[in-house]
């Protein structure tokens, strides 16, 4: 079992940054692939970022590739989501998610989710 608690959302005006964070608990951390997804108002959930169980590999949406990064220290089992140039469209629900098996995270099936932390860019 893997428990995630989301951290670091908040209000911020267009063109700001927020770092978010996702505390796991639970065996195996640095085993996992982890990711980032975000689900806005009225709209399905989507895929955000992922990165590898060792962090050598990270993948983005193409709407948030070269304004978010995704980063992990397994040391103190936490994973990152750095956001910068913020826009109101990113507004949502961000959610972090772990799963052995990449190709299930890209899939959104991931086996453990956290509740989530609410991004909200104001214009």
């Known amino acids: 079992q893997v428990q995630l608690v989301e951290s670091g959302g908040g209000l911020v005006q267009a063109g700001g940054s927020l770092r978010l964070s996702c505390a796991a608990s639970g065996r195996s951390f640095s085993s996992y692939a982890m990711g980032w997804f975000r689900q806005a108002p009225g709209k399905e959930r989507e895929f955000v970022a992922a990165i590898s169980w060792n962090g050598a590999n990270t993948y983005y949406a193409d709407s948030v590739k070269g304004r978010f990064t995704i980063s992990r220290d397994n040391r103190n089992n936490t994973v990152y989501l750095a956001m910068k140039s913020l826009k109101p469209e990113d507004t949502a629900v961000y959610c972090c998610?772990?799963?052995?098996?990449?190709?299930?995270?890209?899939?959104?099936?991931?086996?453990?989710w956290g509740q989530g932390t609410q991004v909200t860019v104001s214009s």
């Open positions: 998610t772990a799963d052995a098996l990449m190709p299930i995270i890209f899939r959104g099936r991931s086996a453990y």
